[in-house]
């Protein structure tokens, strides 16, 4: 099994920096992919960035200049790294890592950007 843990989470005002970060463990063979994806409250879950192994990332163009996605295979960790936050970013940020075998969602963890 595959254990997905994020962590860096909170309460952030507007314009404000949070950084997330993205751990998987366990029966790892053979990672394909480590991404974000948020759910809004209200709205359906959406892709915010994903790394794909030997393909670079891909992110969603609205959230291009303010988030950034990296990753340190060594330790299958990914990152995100998010500035200049606004109260529309407030949502529960999940990961998702994806190897050959399985698709594994992490439990969320909650942004909230208010004043």
């Known amino acids: 099994q595959v254990q997905v843990v994020e962590s860096g989470g909170g309460l952030v005002q507007p314009g404000g920096s949070l950084r997330l970060s993205c751990a998987a463990s366990g029966s790892i063979f053979a990672s394909v992919a480590m991404g974000w994806y948020r759910q809004p409250p209200g709205k359906e879950r959406e892709l915010v960035a994903v790394h794909r192994s030997g393909a670079g990332t891909k992110s969603e163009d609205s959230l291009k200049d303010r988030f950034t996605i990296s990753r340190d295979n060594a330790k299958n960790t990914v990152y995100l790294q998010m500035n200049n936050l606004k109260p529309e970013d407030t949502a529960v940020y999940y990961c998702?890592?994806?190897?050959?075998?399985?698709?594994?969602w992490g439990q969320g963890i909650q942004v909230t950007v208010s004043s």
């Open positions: 998702k890592f994806t190897t050959i075998s399985s698709i594994n």
